[in-house]
């Protein structure tokens, strides 16, 4: 059983950054790919950014391409998501899930951890 605990949520001016942490336990996070969520209110959670095991393919949503970021340390058993250039409609719960293999897709998840609040003021 894995558990994953996001941090580095909060509220930014529009044009800003924020780097969103994963912190795994219960397991080896280098056994999973990792991804990013969003869901903001009212609406689905849909697919931010994932990174395959060995950090060698990474996936991204045409509306973060370019400003966002995802990474992993393995040897702490983190994923990271680089926010840069924040729009107000970043603004989401920010979730972190693990799968068996690279996915984009919510269902795939295998864990996920509660989320982190991204508020992004115009």
């Known amino acids: 059983q894995v558990q994953l605990v996001e941090s580095g949520g909060g509220l930014v001016q529009a044009g800003g950054s924020l780097r969103l942490s994963c912190a795994a336990s219960g397991g080896t996070s280098s056994s999973y790919a990792m991804g990013w969520f969003r869901q903001a209110p009212g609406k689905e959670r849909e697919f931010v950014a994932a990174i395959s095991r060995c950090s060698g393919i990474t996936r991204y949503a045409d509306s973060v391409k370019g400003r966002f970021t995802i990474s992993r340390d393995n040897a702490k058993n983190t994923v990271y998501l680089q926010m840069n250039d924040l729009k107000p409609e970043d603004t989401a719960v920010y979730y972190c899930?693990?799968?068996?293999?690279?996915?984009?897709?919510?269902?795939?998840?295998?864990?996920w951890g509660k989320g982190t609040l991204v508020t992004v003021s115009s």
């Open positions: 899930g693990a799968s068996t293999l690279l996915t984009t897709q919510k269902n795939d998840m295998d864990y």
